[in-house]
C-alpha cells in the first residue's frame, strides 16, 4: 500500500469566502484540513508510527481535538504555558518538546503532570536535574526523552555524547528516560525534493543510531522521536523511528509548497485582507503587514530565492509582498507588462510563508466549509509562550 500526497481540487485556488468578514483574517478550509490530517495519519498506521502533531502551530484547544479525532497519538508544545492550556481544554497526552530549566518550570511541570501523561525533553544533566528535584520530592516520576542533535545545531546533545549523558541523565531519581527525540530543522536548507529526502533520512539515522548508542549502553528506550512537517513523510518509514512530531502538515504553507510538500489546493490557509492603498500602477498596500503575516522569510531555505516575499498572493500572478511594516503589506508589481489593475477595497487572499506566525500574530481563525462559516475559535492566551 502506498499514500501519496494529493493536490485535493478545491476549483479556484481561492477560497470561497462568506460576506462581511473584516480583515486581516485567517481563514481555514475545515475540508482541506481533514484531509491533511487524515493523509498524515495514513501514513503513520501504514508505518505503525505514533502522531504527536506540534500544537504549538496553531494553539487552538479546537484544533488540537481535530488532530486527536483524525488518528493523532497525543499532542507536542514548546511551552509549558501551551500545555498547561490545552490539559484544561482536556487535552489528555502530551510531549512538551522544549529543554525545561528552573525551579519554577520544574514545580509547574509536576502540577501539570497531575492532570495529563507528560513527557518531557531535555538535553543536559542540568536541566534534567531541577525536574529531577521537583518529581523525586513530589514522590513522582516523569517521562523525559532525550533530546539529540541532528544536523541543524540549535538544542541537542551531540550524538557521540548521547549515551554519556543518557546514563547521566537516567541515574536520577524522579525521572525515567524512555527515549530520545530530535527536531531534524536541517531538512529545510534542501534544494529539491531529492535532497529532501536524503536530509531527512540522514538525520533519521543519526537519531536511531543515538538511540541505539544508548541501549548498547545497558539503557532500554521505546521511543524514537523526529519532529517537521518537512521531513515526516520521509522519516515515518524509516527503520527505528517510532513517533513524528509533525505541526505545519495540518495547514501546510509556501514553505511546504517550496519543498514539494503541498500544493497551493492542500493549503488549509489563506489570510484574507482588503487592499487600502493603490497610489500608483506598481505599488499598493493591504491591511496584512508583519503583526499579520509575520517576518518570516521562506522556511525552506534552500528554496528561498524561488519564492521570494512575505507570502503567495492567489491568483495575482506579477504582484508580490515585497516589504512588511506592522500594519501595512507593500504590494510591487514584478510581473511582464503593465500592472494588473488593483481596486481600493479588494479583497485578496495570501498563502503565508510559515503558518505559525499567523496563528500567533492574528490570535484567532475563521473556520470555514463549503464557504459558509462555521466557528471562529481563539489562540490560547497570555502565558502560553511561558
Given at each position: 500500500m502506498t499514500i501519496e500526497v494529493h493536490p485535493y481540487a478545491i476549483?479556484?485556488?481561492?477560497?470561497?469566502?462568506?460576506?462581511?468578514?473584516?480583515?486581516?483574517?485567517?481563514?481555514?478550509?475545515?475540508?482541506?484540513?481533514e484531509r491533511n490530517l487524515d493523509e498524515m495519519a495514513g501514513h503513520c498506521r501504514l508505518h505503525q508510527v505514533a502522531?504527536?502533531?506540534?500544537?504549538?502551530?496553531?494553539?487552538v484547544p479546537q484544533l488540537a481535538r481535530l488532530q486527536l479525532d483524525h488518528g493523532a497519538d497525543g499532542i507536542c508544545v514548546a511551552k509549558l504555558g501551551e500545555a498547561e492550556a490545552f490539559a484544561a481544554a482536556g487535552v489528555s497526552r502530551m510531549t512538551v518538546a522544549?529543554?525545561?530549566?528552573?525551579?519554577?518550570k520544574a514545580q509547574r511541570a509536576v502540577r501539570l503532570a497531575r492532570r495529563c501523561e507528560l513527557t518531557v525533553g531535555t538535553d543536559s544533566v542540568a536541566g534534567a536535574r531541577t525536574l529531577s528535584d521537583a518529581f523525586a520530592a513530589a514522590g513522582r516520576l516523569l517521562d523525559v526523552l532525550l533530546m539529540v542533535d541532528s544536523g541543524f545545531g540549535r538544542c541537542g546533545v551531540a550524538p557521540a555524547d548521547?549515551?554519556?549523558?543518557?546514563?547521566?541523565?537516567?541515574?536520577?531519581?524522579?525521572?525515567?528516560?524512555?527515549g530520545v527525540m530530535t527536531?531534524?530543522?536541517?531538512?529545510?536548507?534542501?534544494?529539491?525534493?531529492?535532497?529532501?529526502?536524503?536530509?531527512?533520512?540522514?538525520?533519521?539515522?543519526?537519531?536511531?543510531?543515538?538511540?541505539?548508542?544508548?541501549?548498547?549502553a545497558g539503557l532500554s528506550l521505546s521511543t524514537v522521536s523526529l519532529g517537521s512537517s518537512a521531513a515526516a513523510r520521509t522519516v515515518v518509514a524509516q527503520p527505528g523511528v517510532t513517533e513524528v512530531r509533525?505541526?505545519?502538515?495540518?495547514?501546510?504553507?509556501?514553505?511546504?509548497?517550496?519543498?514539494?510538500n503541498a500544493t497551493v489546493a492542500t493549503c488549509a490557509v489563506r489570510v484574507l485582507a482588503t487592499v487600502v492603498s493603490h497610489p500608483a500602477p506598481a505599488r499598493a498596500c493591504i491591511d496584512a503587514g508583519s503583526k499579520s503575516l509575520g517576518l518570516d522569510g521562506l522556511p525552506a531555505t534552500?528554496?528561498?530565492?524561488?519564492?521570494?516575499?512575505?507570502?503567495?498572493?492567489?491568483?495575482?500572478?506579477g504582484w508580490r509582498i515585497e516589504r512588511l511594516s506592522e500594519e501595512h503589506g507593500w504590494l510591487r508589481w514584478v510581473g511582464p507588462g503593465e500592472p494588473t489593475p488593483l481596486t481600493v477595497g479588494q479583497r485578496v487572499q495570501v498563502v503565508p510563508n510559515h503558518v505559525c506566525m499567523v496563528f500567533a500574530g492574528l490570535g484567532e481563525v475563521t473556520a470555514l466549509?463549503?464557504?459558509?462559516?462555521?466557528?471562529?475559535?481563539?489562540?490560547?492566551?497570555?502565558?502560553?509562550?511561558?
Open positions: 476549483g479556484s485556488d481561492r477560497f470561497a469566502v462568506p460576506a462581511g468578514l473584516e480583515t486581516p483574517n485567517l481563514l481555514l478550509d475545515l475540508d482541506v484540513l502522531l504527536r502533531p506540534h500544537a504549538k502551530t496553531h494553539r522544549y529543554p525545561l530549566v528552573g525551579a519554577d548521547a549515551a554519556r549523558v543518557a546514563w547521566d541523565v537516567a541515574e536520577l531519581p524522579g525521572v525515567r528516560l524512555t527536531f531534524e530543522g536541517s531538512v529545510y536548507g534542501a534544494v529539491d525534493r531529492a535532497d529532501l529526502v536524503a536530509r531527512s533520512r540522514a538525520a533519521a539515522a543519526t537519531t536511531v543510531a543515538a538511540a541505539e548508542a544508548i541501549r548498547a509533525p505541526g505545519i502538515y495540518a495547514f501546510n504553507d509556501l514553505g511546504q509548497i517550496a519543498l514539494g534552500g528554496r528561498a530565492a524561488d519564492y521570494p516575499g512575505y507570502g503567495l498572493l492567489v491568483d495575482l500572478p466549509r463549503g464557504g459558509e462559516m462555521v466557528a471562529v475559535w481563539s489562540t490560547i492566551g497570555p502565558g502560553a509562550s511561558r
